[in-house]
């Protein structure tokens, strides 16, 4: 069975750093397509960073790009978001995500619970 734990949300104020981690249970992160998505309050969900392990390749949504940065550990089998240079628009429920394609949320199947991350100004 696939499981996705998110943790390491939290407030902070703007300009700061948060490091969100996700276990993965039931597959390999060195072998499937992760993703990291976020949703605020009364807004579409939105893809924030991918990575396929396969190729190497890593993408990111503009609005995070340079501040944001996705990583893998295969040993922990864990995938991280660290987010540098907080900003109050990056304030939203976080989730990781296993299996898709890049920021197309409807590709992937399957989803953690979400950590809460709020920036304040």
């Known amino acids: 069975q696939v499981q996705l734990v998110e943790s390491g949300g939290g407030s902070v104020q703007a300009g700061g750093s948060l490091r969100l981690s996700c276990a993965a249970s039931?597959?390999?992160?060195?072998?499937?397509?992760m993703g990291w998505f976020r949703q605020a309050p009364g807004k579409e969900r939105e893809g924030v960073a991918f990575?396929?392990?396969?190729?190497?390749?890593?993408y990111y949504a503009d609005s995070v790009k340079g501040r944001f940065t996705i990583s893998q550990h295969n040993a922990k089998n864990m995938v991280y978001l660290q987010m540098n240079s907080l900003k109050p628009e990056d304030t939203a429920m976080y989730y990781c995500?296993?299996?898709?394609?890049?920021?197309?949320?409807?590709?992937?199947?399957?989803w953690g619970q979400g950590t809460q991350v709020t920036v304040s100004s």
């Open positions: 990575m396929s392990p396969g190729s190497g390749t890593t």
């Open positions: 995500a296993a299996g898709g394609f890049l920021l197309i949320d409807k590709t992937y199947r399957y």
């Open positions: 039931g597959y390999t992160v060195s072998s499937t397509n």
